[in-house]
């Protein structure tokens, strides 16, 4: 008989938040977003009468959680107790003297990875189910592959790898080589990368259940699945409230104010556009006279969240006539920067451009 499992991780409980944009209030409300689809999960768990609660790292930032939010959190546990909860410690929820979960009463249905230095086997008899784990003790750096490679395995169980690494890397986020576990285990469910990723059939990275930046631009949820010792199978269930999305966006000198604000606009389908978080990279050449200040602020209202990253770079138009401008600061002001590319003094141009503007209006 298959054994129905879920594999989660990173799924960063009272996750603090530095996106530079981020109010206080968004903030919060993410965080309470990600608690949704935690409650999510255990949902599924429950309904889907699934068997294994594979957690490989990450459920928490236990740099700032707090001991009755650990409560919460076993009591969310104690919910599905046909379900085992497995989990792993990882960089960002690291075991040490120093962790809450030590302080925690967990239910019996829940078992927390305590070895650091070598592999932990947990053994359940009756699903003929071993599962090899091997949990973090702090939140800088793991070099201890040699312990997975030494790892030795009963062939006539179900074997599961859950891990908290960096497959395939030179990284200090333990480093793993998936060609020296691969045939030792029947599932490897991996933590750490924030995508869902199959390495191989068998050897997979969950992702994190809900997004957390714009360098995580998939689908995101968890793995769902059924194996036994001859058969695996899983598929990906998106849970994620919210995605971040990055667009492209090439501009061209000739581009009114309106034809780059429509751009803007339209760049992705409205539902989306009042639902995720978008960031819209503004690229090519931009004619002195838009105030792209004013695009960015009026195009606030048609989405959910929006940010921008300026590539741009402010250019005169060709036809333009300079003539008898000795008065009009202004394109005194443009004339100065005239085909300047340099980055840093194309930004000082368009700060300046942008409060003579002001200046002038005031006027």
Not at 6 to 33: M, P, V, Y
Not at 236 to 241: D, I, R, V
Not at 320 to 345: A, G
Request: net charge negative; glycine share 4%.
């Amino acid at each position: 008989m298959s054994i129905k499992f879920i594999h989660t991780s990173d799924i960063h409980l009272d996750k603090k938040f530095d996106i530079k944009n981020f109010s206080l209030k968004e903030r919060e409300k993410r965080r309470q977003e990600i608690w949704d689809t935690f409650d999510e999960i255990i949902k599924t768990a429950k309904k889907e009468e699934i068997r294994y609660l594979f957690i490989s790292g990450d459920l928490t930032e236990i740099e700032y959680i707090n001991f009755n939010t650990l409560i919460k959190v076993a009591q969310k546990f104690k919910a599905i107790p046909d379900t085992r909860v497995v989990v792993a410690c990882g960089k960002s929820d690291p075991y040490n003297i120093n962790s809450l979960y030590e302080y925690i009463e967990w239910p019996q249905n829940v078992y927390i990875v305590k070895n650091m230095d070598y592999v932990e086997k947990l053994n359940f008899p009756d699903d003929n189910l071993c599962v090899h784990a091997m949990s973090w003790d702090n939140g800088i750096g793991n070099n201890k592959a040699q312990a997975i490679y030494d790892i030795s395995v009963d062939d006539s169980k179900i074997n599961v790898l859950l891990l908290y690494c960096d497959i395939n890397s030179e990284s200090d986020k333990l480093p793993v080589n998936a060609d020296l576990i691969k045939n030792k285990f029947d599932y490897c469910a991996l933590g750490s990368r924030h995508n869902f990723e199959k390495i191989q059939r068998h050897i997979v990275y969950s992702g994190t259940p809900e997004p957390l930046d714009f360098e995580e631009g998939n689908e995101h949820g968890v793995v769902i699945g059924a194996l036994d010792k001859k058969h695996l199978e899983y598929t990906f269930l998106s849970l994620a409230k919210r995605k971040f999305i990055t667009r492209n966006i090439d501009l061209e000198i000739s581009y009114s104010f309106n034809k780059i604000l429509d751009l803007i606009k339209f760049s992705g389908d409205t539902f989306s556009n009042i639902k995720d978080y978008v960031r819209i990279n503004l690229n090519g050449t931009v004619n002195t006279d838009v105030s792209m200040e004013e695009i960015e602020n009026e195009a606030k209202q048609f989405f959910y969240y929006i940010e921008f990253e300026e590539n741009y770079s402010y250019m005169n138009s060709e036809d333009k006539v300079y003539d008898h401008n000795d008065f009009n600061i202004i394109e005194s002001y443009k004339l100065q920067f005239e085909n300047n590319q340099d980055k840093l003094e194309q930004q000082a141009f368009k700060l300046g451009l942008e409060v003579l503007r002001k200046e002038k209006v005031v006027k």
